[in-house]
């Protein structure tokens, strides 16, 4: 592997137009994950990023940030709480409603999955409008943790998301664009 990581796994995501709306630019990133070439060195990247830094656990973003969001964790040797879509988690929860490129959704998290305090890494696969992040940093920070920065693998910048994140106060770090 001689090119850049970044340039790397921007090469290997794939994007599919029309999808799963017209006018929708998809990026697919299942071709990263079935490359064992392309999944490592996305998941070192982060990995040499946060490393040697005080984290107490990586919280993913349902459903492809918790693929990368696991895997990450057990890496760093710390836990994984999932920020699941509404309706999926079995215990108390707190919501939070926002909207999509594409629609409207809602995001959860189990009330005991962080304490006041904890130093969180928030991710997901991809920032949009930024809407899915902003709201999954709000439940962080309803039950007290301290979200340290919020990662993704792609950033589609013409869409002002990262900027959005980065405008509620949120470090944003993205492997590529
Ligand atoms: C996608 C993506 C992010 C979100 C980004 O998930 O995985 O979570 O959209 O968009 P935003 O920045 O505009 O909020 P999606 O909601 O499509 O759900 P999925 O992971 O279940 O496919
Ligand atoms: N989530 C929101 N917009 C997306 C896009 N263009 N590709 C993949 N996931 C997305």
């Known amino acids: 592997m001689h090119t850049d990581p970044a340039d790397y796994i921007r090469q290997t995501i794939r994007s599919v137009p029309n999808w799963p709306n017209p006018g929708v630019t998809f990026r697919d990133i299942t071709p ?30 349902d459903a492809r940030g918790f693929i990368v969001g696991s895997v990450l964790a057990y890496e760093l040797n710390l836990g994984f709480i999932p920020v699941r879509k509404k309706g999926k988690l079995p215990f108390k929860t707190v919501a939070e409603d926002y909207s999509l490129e594409y629609g409207n959704a809602s995001v959860e998290i189990h009330t005991d999955s962080v304490r006041p305090g904890q130093r969180v890494l928030l991710i997901d696969d991809l920032i949009a409008t930024g809407g899915t992040m902003v709201a999954a940093s709000r439940l962080l920070q309803r039950l007290g943790a301290n979200t340290v920065e919020a990662a993704a693998i792609i950033d589609l910048p013409d869409l002002g998301g990262s900027q959005a994140v980065r405008d509620t106060g949120l470090s944003v770090f993205t492997a590529c664009t």
């Open 32 to 61: 990263v994950l079935q490359d064992p070439q392309a999944f490592r060195v996305l998941i070192d990247l982060f990995v040499y990023r946060y490393m040697q830094q005080r984290l107490d656990l990586v919280a993913g973003i």
